[in-house]
Every structure is written in structure tokens, then in C-alpha cells.
């Protein structure tokens, strides 16, 4: 990798860093950058996430340094893992004595052993995340890279610096973290790693699902996630964290009738609505839109593979597999389960004739989520046939066009209705009941059939005509 000494140089010639060096040399401490903030140096990623280690007294360090920065920083102090955190200006910085053992911040176990600058590197989870910038006097700006970081970096490989079999051991969310870095990167788990994360899936069991779910929303977010899920599937993780979605593999044929796979299906939808969208629930709509195939797969002589209701099917399999997962239970699942129980409407209007009425209708059952909904359907077309995606996508800026002429006729998309609940009850003097339940999905249906326009006095006068087929008369009026 083609960097200079004094790129690295012009890179650490900040206030910060020179803080520390300082504080480091004035207590005769060894003292180092390390972990993902040199990583993403080489990768030209910006960070503010810094960690630094120090050979013995990582904690005494911060303190130093902390002094150094005066009010402008605030000090916290972990004394059980041994490790204090400062933030200044954006930075986050991590101090932490070098260890004999498994780097874990969240780890419940006491503090291990201290040791050299080495024992620190090889306890850490990849090749990539173990290199370190000393920070020390003459030796500023110095890379220590045992284990060929730096070339993996170039190779694009994730690797472990010791035997696999024992990094992950320390901690199996490693396992996640090499897919999830394979998946954010673009590059390649090395067969040995990769071997030894099959070998080990099981003990991804022993994890707080929430920290797997970290992980998992990561990959979601990563710039192609089918390549995280594919290596999921690969490692025979993903059975284990997500059967829902290994339920989607495979291509059955029945008299020379094939279905695709749902699985690669629900990938490359995924992978398409990341082009479109950073929004992590839209993906997961993504994600989901297909969930329940398996689900309602049916073999029908005349019509060949079915899956009726998959989309209502799904949308009640989101909140299982949201409660399981620790996602949020609230208007994010929600907004979820909206778009996969929807996610067929738009594709049926590009089908049938466009009515005005049906575009009303979807306009009046997606709200506010329309332009979400159009792209989850829009990524939802992966045919090989240029022919057919050529025509869909053509027929959907039709749909759109007709959305948007719609909706500024008809303002549906936030209904309201022009003669509301209340009123009807005084009109007829007439607590809460049916008739006046009625009467409100009566003028509401009228409107989105587009029998009268969705305005206040042509309602009014529907509904008095309505009410007076169901025989219900207006009080007198002084
Ligand atoms: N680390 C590790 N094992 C873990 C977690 C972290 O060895 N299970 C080490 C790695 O050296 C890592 C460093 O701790 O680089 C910092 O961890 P973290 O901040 O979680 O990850 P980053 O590598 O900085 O990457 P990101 O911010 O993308 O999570």
C-alpha cells in the first residue's frame, strides 16, 4: 500500500495526538494508536472513534492527558475493565492498558494480565484491526503490524492474527463482525477464517441477541448486503440467527414449472434499494417483503406455484421476528409491516388498466409512505428479461406520474374526511353507533371510488342522501 511516512506523519500532526505523546513521554509510557482508526486511516475513512493503548497504565494516561486538555474534555473511568474514555471536540478516545487476554470492552470478566504491545495485537479480532501507530517521541508515527495488516488491507482480506479456532473463541461475535467487515469493505473472510467461523457457529448461541442484531443492522447498512448474507448463509450462521430467511432458498419445478429462488430474490431487492435509500427500515422492508413464501407456497395444477397472501402472511410474521431480534416494537416495526403487507399494489396497478380510483385507494392506504412503497416495488423488479424490466419500469413512471395528478386533485394521501364523526352524530342527534359508522365508510368509499370529490359541501350532501336510504332523519333546526 502505496502510503508515505509523511502522509502518516501530516495525518497524527494533530493537537490531540501530540497531547498524548506528551503525557506518554512525561510518564515514560509506551503508548499506541491501534484498532479501527489506523484501519480506516489506510482506508481513507474518516473517523473520530480513536483507541489507544498503553504498556501498563492505560487508565493513569487518560487522567494525564485528560489534565492536559483542561474543561474542553470530560474523563469517565471504567476501573473494572480497565479502561477510561474521553471525549473532546468530536473525538471519542479509548484508553486501555495492552492485555495478555481477548480485547473485549463489554467483557464481564475481571482484568486480565498485562502485557507487551504484542500479546495486545494478537488478542485482537482481525489482521486489519490489529495494526498500531506509536505515539511515542522519536518513534511517532512508527506502524507496528505483526501480522500483515496493512497487506490484507491491500489483499482485501479479513483474517485472525492467531489461530482462528482461539480468536473467536474469546468472543464468537467475531464471527458476525468478519461478515459484517467482509460485507461493509467489499472483501474476502481467507479460507481458514471461514472455516473456522462453520466450525464455530454454534457458540454465536452463547450472544445477547442484541449484540448480533448490531451486527446484523451493520450488514443491512453495508453498500451490497447480499455480500454479508451470502456469507452468513455460507458459514451456516444465518440458520441459526434467521431461519426465516434460509427458509427462502431454493428452486422447486413440478411438471416443468419452476419458482425462483426467493432467497437470492429477497438479496437482490435488497441490493437495490440500497442504491436507493440509507434508511435501515426500508431495507428491512426489503428484507422482509417476501418473508412468508415459504409460508403459503402452493402447487395448483392450473395456475402452477402460488403464494397467496404472502404479503398479509408477512406482514403478521414481522413482529415475531422483530421480538426475537430486539429490534423496536413501535412505529418503526410498524411502518415494516405496512410496506410488506403493500408491497404488491403498486406492481398490481402497473398490471391492470390504471384506474383513478384504485391509485386513490393506494394513495389513501399507504399515506404518508407512498414514496417508499413505490421504491420498495420499484427494487422489487429483478427479471432477467431486459424486455420486461424495460416495460415495467416504464409503466411504473406512468403510476407515478398518476400519483402525483391525483393527489393534487384529490388530496388523499393524508385523508381527512370533509364531514367528520362528530357532526354526523349532531346532525342526527345520535350517539356512537353503527349507523353513524356507516354513514362515514359510505362518503369515504364514495370519495375514493371518485363518485363525488373530496370536498366538504358535495360530502354533506351525499350523506344526508345517504342517510335518508337508511332512514334516518335530520333534526329540526331552530
Ligand atoms: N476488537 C476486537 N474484538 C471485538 C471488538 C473489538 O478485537 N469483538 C478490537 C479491534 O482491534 C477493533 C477495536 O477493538 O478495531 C475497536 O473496536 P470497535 O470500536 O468495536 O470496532 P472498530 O474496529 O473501530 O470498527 P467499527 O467502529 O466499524 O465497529
Known amino acids: 500500500m502505496e502510503i508515505s511516512q509523511e502522509k502518516i506523519l501530516a495525518h497524527l500532526d494533530k493537537k490531540i495526538f501530540r497531547l498524548i505523546s506528551e503525557a506518554a513521554d512525561e510518564m515514560g509510557v509506551a503508548c499506541y494508536l491501534i484498532g479501527g482508526y489506523v484501519r480506516d486511516f489506510f482506508l481513507y475513512r474518516p473517523s473520530n472513534d480513536i483507541d489507544v493503548v498503553a504498556v501498563g497504565q492505560g487508565i493513569e494516561l487518560a487522567k494525564a492527558v485528560g489534565e492536559k486538555l ?12 480497565g479502561t477510561a474514555q474521553i471525549k473532546y471536540k468530536e473525538y471519542e478516545i479509548e484508553f486501555v492498558g495492552a492485555r495478555k487476554e481477548s480485547y473485549r470492552l463489554d467483557s464481564r470478566k475481571p482484568i486480565v494480565e498485562d502485557g507487551t504491545l504484542e500479546d495486545d495485537q494478537k488478542r485482537r479480532d482481525f489482521t486489519i484491526n490489529a495494526m498500531a501507530f506509536c505515539l511515542n517521541g522519536e518513534r511517532y508515527g512508527e506502524l507496528l503490524d505483526p501480522f500483515h495488516g496493512l497487506q490484507d488491507l491491500e489483499d482485501l482480506i479479513i483474517r485472525t492474527p492467531l489461530d482462528p479456532d482461539i480468536t473467536f473463541s474469546d468472543d464468537p ?34 450472544l445477547s441477541m442484541e449484540r448480533v442484531t448490531d451486527e446484523l443492522n451493520k450488514i443491512i447498512l453495508s453498500p451490497k448486503p447480499s455480500v454479508g448474507f451470502i456469507l452468513l448463509e455460507r458459514t451456516g450462521l444465518l440458520d441459526i440467527i434467521f431461519p426465516e430467511l434460509t427458509a427462502l432458498k431454493g428452486a422447486e419445478t413440478k411438471d416443468g414449472i419452476g419458482h425462483k429462488d426467493n432467497f437470492y430474490h429477497t438479496l437482490m431487492v435488497l441490493d437495490n434499494i440500497t442504491r436507493q435509500t440509507d434508511n435501515l427500515w426500508l431495507r428491512w422492508s426489503a428484507l422482509l417483503h417476501d418473508i412468508a413464501k415459504p409460508a403459503t407456497k402452493r402447487w395448483d395444477p392450473r395456475l402452477g406455484w402460488t403464494f397467496h397472501n404472502h404479503n398479509y402472511i408477512g406482514e403478521k410474521m414481522v413482529p415475531k ?88 386533485k384529490d388530496k388523499v394521501r393524508n385523508f381527512q374526511p370533509p364531514v367528520d364523526g362528530n357532526e354526523i352524530m349532531e346532525i342526527f342527534g345520535l350517539p356512537q353507533c353503527r349507523e353513524i359508522g356507516l354513514l362515514k365508510s359510505a362518503i369515504k368509499e364514495a370519495i375514493l371510488e371518485g363518485e363525488i370529490p373530496n370536498e366538504r359541501e358535495a360530502a354533506f350532501q351525499f350523506m344526508l342522501k345517504k342517510a335518508e336510504e337508511m332512514s334516518l332523519t335530520p333534526l329540526k333546526r331552530e
Open 173 to 206: 461475535l467475531r464471527m458476525m463482525r468478519a461478515v459484517r467487515f467482509a460485507s461493509q469493505l467489499g472483501f474476502d473472510i481467507y479460507p481458514d477464517t471461514f472455516d473456522a467461523i462453520r466450525r464455530n457457529r454454534d457458540r454465536i448461541g452463547i
Open 321 to 408: 421476528i422483530f421480538r426475537r431480534m430486539k429490534l423496536p416494537q413501535n412505529e418503526k416495526m410498524k411502518y415494516v409491516q405496512k410496506l410488506v403487507s403493500l408491497h404488491m399494489r403498486p406492481m398490481q396497478l402497473v398490471e391492470e388498466e390504471v384506474t383513478d380510483s384504485a391509485v386513490r385507494r393506494l394513495l389513501f392506504d399507504a399515506g404518508d409512505d407512498i414514496d417508499d412503497l413505490m421504491t420498495l416495488c420499484e427494487a422489487d423488479i429483478t427479471s432477467k428479461n431486459p424486455e420486461k424490466v424495460r416495460r415495467f419500469l416504464n409503466n411504473f413512471k406512468i403510476v407515478r406520474r398518476k400519483l402525483q395528478e391525483i393527489e393534487e
Open 70 to 81: 483542561g474543561k474542553r474534555s470530560r474523563i469517565s473511568v471504567f476501573k473494572n475493565f
